[in-house]
Protein backbone atom coordinates (compact mmCIF):
# COMPACT_ATOMS: atom_id res chain seq x y z
CA UNK A 1 0.00 0.00 0.00
CA UNK A 2 1.14 3.40 -0.87
CA UNK A 3 2.12 5.77 1.75
CA UNK A 4 2.03 2.81 4.44
CA UNK A 5 4.85 3.77 6.78
CA UNK A 6 3.82 8.00 6.64
CA UNK A 7 3.50 8.94 10.56
CA UNK A 8 1.75 12.09 9.70
CA UNK A 9 0.24 13.88 6.31
CA UNK A 10 2.68 16.17 4.90
CA UNK A 11 -0.48 18.32 3.23
CA UNK A 12 1.75 18.78 0.32
CA UNK A 13 3.93 21.64 1.93
CA UNK A 14 7.03 22.38 3.30
CA UNK A 15 7.80 21.31 6.93
CA UNK A 16 7.58 25.24 8.51
CA UNK A 17 4.42 25.73 6.03
CA UNK A 18 2.65 22.61 7.54
CA UNK A 19 3.61 23.74 11.41
CA UNK A 20 2.24 27.34 10.75
CA UNK A 21 -0.88 25.87 9.30
CA UNK A 22 -1.31 23.69 11.95
CA UNK A 23 -0.38 26.45 14.88
CA UNK A 24 -2.91 28.59 13.16
CA UNK A 25 -5.96 25.70 12.74
CA UNK A 26 -5.51 24.78 16.30
CA UNK A 27 -5.50 28.34 18.01
CA UNK A 28 -8.77 28.89 15.61
CA UNK A 29 -10.27 25.75 17.30
CA UNK A 30 -9.46 27.32 20.54
CA UNK A 31 -10.51 30.53 20.90
CA UNK A 32 -13.88 29.59 18.41
CA UNK A 33 -14.42 25.60 19.92
CA UNK A 34 -15.07 24.88 15.86
CA UNK A 35 -14.04 24.88 12.75
CA UNK A 36 -14.47 24.40 9.00
CA UNK A 37 -11.78 23.07 6.73
CA UNK A 38 -10.68 20.07 4.80
CA UNK A 39 -11.03 17.01 6.12
CA UNK A 40 -7.03 15.97 6.18
CA UNK A 41 -6.43 19.17 7.87
CA UNK A 42 -9.27 18.43 10.66
CA UNK A 43 -7.27 15.44 11.34
CA UNK A 44 -3.87 16.50 11.63
CA UNK A 45 -4.82 19.28 13.50
CA UNK A 46 -7.18 17.08 15.63
CA UNK A 47 -3.77 15.50 16.63
CA UNK A 48 -2.51 18.64 17.47
CA UNK A 49 -5.32 20.21 19.58
CA UNK A 50 -5.45 17.18 21.76
CA UNK A 51 -2.30 17.18 22.91
CA UNK A 52 -2.85 21.17 24.15
CA UNK A 53 -5.85 20.43 25.68
CA UNK A 54 -3.33 17.49 27.92
CA UNK A 55 -1.13 20.43 28.31
CA UNK A 56 -3.41 22.50 29.79
CA UNK A 57 -4.83 19.64 31.85
CA UNK A 58 -1.50 19.81 33.83
CA UNK A 59 -1.01 22.98 34.66
CA UNK A 60 2.33 23.50 34.98
CA UNK A 61 5.12 26.13 34.10
CA UNK A 62 6.54 23.56 31.58
CA UNK A 63 3.36 22.91 29.69
CA UNK A 64 2.47 26.49 29.43
CA UNK A 65 5.94 26.74 27.94
CA UNK A 66 5.35 24.73 25.72
CA UNK A 67 1.87 25.91 25.09
CA UNK A 68 2.96 29.13 24.44
CA UNK A 69 5.82 28.00 22.04
CA UNK A 70 2.88 26.14 19.81
CA UNK A 71 0.36 28.70 20.22
CA UNK A 72 -0.03 31.71 18.02
CA UNK A 73 -1.25 35.01 20.05
CA UNK A 74 -0.76 33.01 23.31
CA UNK A 75 -1.43 35.55 25.90
CA UNK A 76 -4.91 35.33 24.46
CA UNK A 77 -5.55 31.71 24.14
CA UNK A 78 -3.47 30.74 27.82
CA UNK A 79 -6.22 31.59 30.14
CA UNK A 80 -9.03 29.73 28.02
CA UNK A 81 -6.65 26.92 27.34
CA UNK A 82 -5.33 26.43 31.34
CA UNK A 83 -9.07 27.58 32.57
CA UNK A 84 -12.30 27.24 30.62
CA UNK A 85 -11.27 24.08 28.43
CA UNK A 86 -8.87 22.39 31.74
CA UNK A 87 -11.81 22.51 33.79
CA UNK A 88 -13.95 21.01 31.43
CA UNK A 89 -12.21 18.30 30.28
CA UNK A 90 -10.84 17.43 34.18
CA UNK A 91 -13.08 14.19 34.02
CA UNK A 92 -12.06 13.04 30.40
CA UNK A 93 -9.62 10.65 29.89
CA UNK A 94 -9.20 11.59 26.19
CA UNK A 95 -11.18 12.53 23.38
CA UNK A 96 -11.71 16.35 23.67
CA UNK A 97 -12.14 16.66 19.51
CA UNK A 98 -14.78 15.46 17.22
CA UNK A 99 -14.28 15.61 13.32
CA UNK A 100 -17.75 15.36 11.40
CA UNK A 101 -17.46 15.33 7.33
CA UNK A 102 -19.32 17.89 6.28
CA UNK A 103 -20.51 18.37 2.10
CA UNK A 104 -17.44 19.74 -0.08
CA UNK A 105 -16.75 23.55 0.28
CA UNK A 106 -15.22 24.38 -2.56
CA UNK A 107 -15.69 23.71 -6.04
CA UNK A 108 -12.88 20.99 -6.23
CA UNK A 109 -15.17 18.58 -4.31
CA UNK A 110 -11.98 18.31 -1.48
CA UNK A 111 -13.06 16.65 1.07
CA UNK A 112 -14.50 18.81 4.10
CA UNK A 113 -15.05 18.38 7.34
CA UNK A 114 -15.99 20.02 11.08
CA UNK A 115 -13.50 20.24 14.12
CA UNK A 116 -14.75 20.70 16.83
CA UNK A 117 -14.38 20.78 20.78
CA UNK A 118 -16.72 18.42 22.27
CA UNK A 119 -18.98 19.24 25.35
CA UNK A 120 -19.19 22.55 24.45
CA UNK A 121 -21.28 25.88 23.48
CA UNK A 122 -21.43 24.21 19.45
CA UNK A 123 -21.04 20.76 20.05
CA UNK A 124 -22.56 19.53 16.94
CA UNK A 125 -23.77 16.30 18.15
CA UNK A 126 -25.92 17.54 20.94
CA UNK A 127 -27.45 20.00 18.92
CA UNK A 128 -28.44 17.06 16.53
CA UNK A 129 -29.66 14.76 19.12
CA UNK A 130 -31.86 17.47 20.61
CA UNK A 131 -33.30 18.02 17.46
CA UNK A 132 -34.01 14.12 16.99
CA UNK A 133 -35.82 14.42 20.42
CA UNK A 134 -38.12 17.28 19.06
CA UNK A 135 -38.97 15.57 15.83
CA UNK A 136 -39.52 12.34 17.78
CA UNK A 137 -41.80 13.94 20.12
CA UNK A 138 -43.59 16.36 17.33
CA UNK A 139 -44.67 12.63 15.74
CA UNK A 140 -45.08 10.95 18.94
CA UNK A 141 -43.00 8.33 18.93
CA UNK A 142 -41.20 7.11 21.68
CA UNK A 143 -37.14 7.45 21.49
CA UNK A 144 -35.64 4.32 20.52
CA UNK A 145 -32.37 2.31 21.13
CA UNK A 146 -29.89 4.61 18.88
CA UNK A 147 -30.87 7.95 20.34
CA UNK A 148 -31.12 6.61 23.95
CA UNK A 149 -26.89 5.74 23.44
CA UNK A 150 -26.28 8.99 21.67
CA UNK A 151 -28.73 10.51 24.61
CA UNK A 152 -26.18 8.64 27.28
CA UNK A 153 -23.12 9.94 25.05
CA UNK A 154 -23.47 13.55 24.32
CA UNK A 155 -24.90 14.03 28.83
CA UNK A 156 -21.87 12.04 30.14
CA UNK A 157 -19.46 14.55 30.97
CA UNK A 158 -21.69 17.75 30.76
CA UNK A 159 -22.40 19.59 33.80
CA UNK A 160 -26.29 20.43 33.58
CA UNK A 161 -26.31 18.35 30.74
CA UNK A 162 -30.60 17.23 31.38
CA UNK A 163 -30.81 20.70 31.09
CA UNK A 164 -29.02 21.99 28.85
CA UNK A 165 -30.84 19.34 26.43
CA UNK A 166 -34.55 19.84 27.70
CA UNK A 167 -33.58 23.83 26.50
CA UNK A 168 -32.52 22.47 23.02
CA UNK A 169 -35.03 20.23 22.70
CA UNK A 170 -37.84 23.48 23.54
CA UNK A 171 -35.80 25.37 21.11
CA UNK A 172 -36.27 23.03 18.25
CA UNK A 173 -39.96 22.23 18.61
CA UNK A 174 -40.70 25.91 18.57
CA UNK A 175 -38.87 26.30 15.64
CA UNK A 176 -40.96 23.58 14.16
CA UNK A 177 -43.69 25.12 15.25
CA UNK A 178 -43.37 28.34 13.84
CA UNK A 179 -41.80 27.37 10.26
CA UNK A 180 -44.54 24.89 9.80
CA UNK A 181 -45.97 27.15 7.49
CA UNK A 182 -43.24 28.09 5.83
CA UNK A 183 -42.23 26.83 2.46
CA UNK A 184 -38.48 25.08 2.10
CA UNK A 185 -36.39 27.52 0.66
CA UNK A 186 -34.28 26.02 -2.24
CA UNK A 187 -30.63 25.33 -1.48
CA UNK A 188 -28.31 26.98 -3.75
CA UNK A 189 -24.43 26.41 -3.54
CA UNK A 190 -22.30 29.24 -3.36
CA UNK A 191 -19.51 29.88 -5.73
CA UNK A 192 -16.27 29.69 -3.64
CA UNK A 193 -13.82 30.39 -7.14
CA UNK A 194 -14.59 33.74 -9.25
CA UNK A 195 -16.31 32.91 -12.63
CA UNK A 196 -13.86 32.61 -15.26
CA UNK A 197 -15.01 34.52 -18.68
CA UNK A 198 -13.44 33.73 -21.66
CA UNK A 199 -11.77 36.71 -23.19
CA UNK A 200 -12.03 36.08 -26.71
Known sequence: MAGGLVKYRRLSRSSAHRRALLRNLVTSLIEHESIQTSWHKAKEAQRMAEKMITLGKKNTEASKRQATKFLFRAPEMLPKLFGALATRYAARQGGYTRVLRIEPLKEDQAPSAILELVDGPKDMRF?????????????????????????????????????????????????????????VEEVRKRRVYPANFRSR
Open 127 to 183: ALTAKTIAGLRQKGHEVNDMTAANIAKVTRFRENADEELEEMVGRFERLAEENQDEE
